[in-house]
T-cell receptor, first 115, second 118 residues
């Protein structure tokens, strides 16, 4: 158990809908990262937050957004869902983001299926 | 641009064989970090090791060992006397230092699926 929790574990929804994925980092970790794992794209970095502020953006679509709250939990919002958004979404946390990246500990993931 | 290549898509071995998983990376930064993660069939990603670009010492942890060679931009992972429980997808990842503009996010290779048969 990495100490990172993600809810829900599975999510099935329809195209055009909006969903929210939730992540609670390990105790004491200030950085939260979101990654998407799909069959065709592999594991891709989406976005990072550090202590409530957005720090880095990767291949995140405009339909997707995220935030980190004062209690450090984070939410990833996916809207206008398409079939291609079906993937495993991971949240990871680490103590710091820079200048020396610590190891990131990953949550169990949320499997999103868009029908 | 930064990139991680794991040329071996799938490897199948018989228990007790040694197996090496290859990882080649590309980066323009002089300060960077390399990682290996394991993803068993249950789906979670398990951290195995982190290495920084200034430390080329090989590392051994039980049956696992890692060989970092800057001259060939490689960070290979060897499992000695493999076991069925080692069956998983293994990912190599790169993170650049702050000067590279990254904030520590990981760039993953496509992964190598290792199957260890009894």
């Amino acid at each position: 158990d990495s100490g990172v929790t993600q809810t829900p574990k599975h999510l099935i929804t329809a195209t055009g809908q909006r969903v929210t994925l939730r992540c609670s980092p390990r105790s004491g970790d200030l950085s939260v990262y979101w990654y998407q794992q799909s069959l065709d794209q592999g594991l891709q970095f989406l976005i990072q937050y550090y202590n409530g502020e957005e720090r880095a953006k990767g291949n995140i679509l405009e339909r997707f957004s995220a935030q980190q709250f004062p209690d450090l939990h984070s939410e990833l919002n996916l809207s206008s869902l398409e079939l291609g958004d079906s993937a495993l979404y991971f949240c990871a946390s680490s103590k710091v983001g820079t200048p020396s990246p610590n190891e990131q500990f990953f949550g169990p993931g949320t499997r999103l299926t868009v029908l | 641009a930064q990139k991680v290549t794991q040329a071996q898509t799938e490897i199948s071995v018989v228990e007790k064989e040694d197996v090496t998983l290859d990882c080649v990376y590309e980066t323009r930064d002089t300060t960077y970090y390399l990682f290996w993660y394991k993803q068993p069939p249950s789906g979670e990603l398990v951290f195995l090791i982190r290495r920084n670009s200034f430390d080329e010492q090989n590392e051994i942890s039980g049956r696992y060992s890692w060989n970092f060679q800057k001259s060939t931009s490689s960070f290979n992972f060897t499992i000695t006397a493999s076991q069925v429980v080692d069956s998983a997808v293994y990912f190599c990842a790169l993170s650049e230092g702050a000067l590279g503009g990254s904030q520590g996010n990981l760039i993953f290779g496509k992964g190598t699926k290792l199957s260890v048969k009894p």
